[in-house]
């Protein structure tokens, strides 16, 4: 077959004649179908789609994916032999199958195959979201599915309780809006990290339950992850990622999480061009770790973006992992219920507890009562500071400068404190 036949001669090869032999698939896979199994986008619906014929990019991917009995999904493609594969590593085969077959080079351009690939990925995508909205917005299987019973199983107190509930309620409303085609707005929710001081408590396998009823759009990922721009793709299509065991990452890695926990848009350079690509995130992080929030997370303000959720070391978890249908408890999740302010309040106040505090913070807890009688008359700054030098001496502390140490009471404070200058003195009118 030559490149100057006409497009409409040109035939796919009867696999059983093929130079390149089809994936034998075991036993588990022998009810896929060769070809037709691939849904592609038309103009008026999402149709099943099985061509005779290759007359273009499309056609040759979708043949070669429906010849090897093959299953594209948005981001790999799973062989027949059940082996996950990414598009990159899937288009070199397609393109040696091609050649193998004596293809028209047309049929396989680097420009024609990315078009290729970025419709099935489209279609795969929009078909996993319609799946996993079918799926949890059906009514439960069964009772005792229930939020309240996996929280009341786990020993979940009220504040963990709205802090997870808050988080499903988001990310599933999420998934909703990207089903309805709109971009899901990004909310501060904040970011359960389920805490045991213990190991093999099952914190892990929990939230990787908890993720599971999302299939492909959540997945484990590392920190390292975070900020690798060739990553960059996933924050838009992922809806959870599970940053699983956190406990002694380096100030670096936390910090880069901090960031992307508020972050909304991610940009990208395009490939040969100065344009940037923009993608909108639509992921939300859970987590889990063997130490608490506070020593975790390096400074005070960060904690806002998490929610420890301290879990029993008793077994309980494991029990709640084999006996509880999670598919059933994100069924039972509202996507329109909101937390009322009282909730959220309790969330705040339970962050404050759970956060790093300031070595400033830490002095005036411990010495501040001796000044706040000056309060009205003002506290002088060299007294305040002086006090604050020999508490860092008396704990091993390493003091700040004169100016830091003023910043970090006014950063204290929230600002209410306030700074007057009388007879060439800096005194603080304290709250």
Request: hydrophobic share 35%; proline share 4%.
């Amino acid at each position: 077959m030559t490149e100057q036949a006409n497009k409409s001669d040109i035939q796919l090869e009867d696999p059983a004649k093929s130079k390149i032999q089809p994936e034998q698939p075991p036993a588990a896979f022998e009810s896929v179908p060769p070809v037709g199994g691939i849904v592609v986008e038309t103009a008026d619906n999402v149709v099943p789609f099985a061509p005779t014929r290759i007359d273009n990019s499309l056609d040759l991917v979708t043949n070669f994916i429906g010849s090897q009995q093959q299953q594209p999904h948005w981001h790999t493609v799973k062989t027949a032999s059940g082996e996950h594969i990414d598009y990159a590593e899937h288009e070199d085969r397609v393109v040696l199958w091609a050649q193998t077959n004596d293809l028209p080079s047309k049929l396989y351009t680097e420009r024609g195959l990315s078009a290729a690939y970025r419709i099935i990925q489209r279609s795969s995508y929009k078909r996993l979201i319609s799946e996993v909205v079918a799926n949890l917005s059906r009514p439960a299987d069964r009772d005792g599915d229930s939020f309240t019973s996996l929280a009341d199983m786990i020993g979940l107190n009220e504040v963990d309780q709205l802090c997870l509930m808050g988080w499903m309620i988001d990310r599933k409303r999420s998934l909703i809006e990207i089903s309805q085609g709109r971009h899901p707005k990004l909310r501060q929710t904040p970011m359960p990290i389920f805490y045991s001081k213990k190991q093999k408590t099952g914190k892990s396998t929990l939230v990787q339950s908890i993720c599971d009823p999302f299939r492909e759009l959540s997945e484990v990922k590392d920190l390292d992850e975070i900020e690798d721009k060739f990553n960059y793709l996933q924050w838009g299509k992922l809806l959870i990622a599970n940053f699983d065991e956190m406990a002694g990452l380096g100030r670096t890695d936390m910090n880069k999480l901090k960031k992307w926990a508020t972050q909304s848009v991610f940009t990208k350079r395009r490939i040969q061009s100065e344009q940037q690509h923009r993608i909108l995130k639509t992921t939300g992080g859970i987590g889990s770790s063997n130490d608490p929030i506070a020593e975790i997370i390096w400074d005070s303000s960060g904690t806002r973006r998490f929610c420890q959720i301290d879990v029993v070391t008793d077994g309980r978890l494991h029990k709640a992992v084999a006996e509880i249908d999670f598919i059933n408890v994100w069924r039972g999740i509202d996507h329109q219920q909101q937390l009322s302010q009282t909730e959220q309040d309790l969330i705040f106040q339970a962050q404050d507890g759970q956060r790093r505090k300031d070595k400033v913070e830490v002095w005036f807890d411990e010495q501040g009562e001796q000044f706040l009688k000056d309060r009205q008359q003002g506290v002088k700054g060299s007294d305040l500071y002086s006090n604050f030098r020999e508490w860092c001496t008396a704990s091993g502390e390493k003091e700040y400068t004169n100016t830091s140490f003023g910043r970090k009471l006014m950063d204290f404070y929230d600002g209410r404190i306030e700074k007057r200058k009388t007879m060439g003195l800096m005194k603080y009118l304290l709250p």
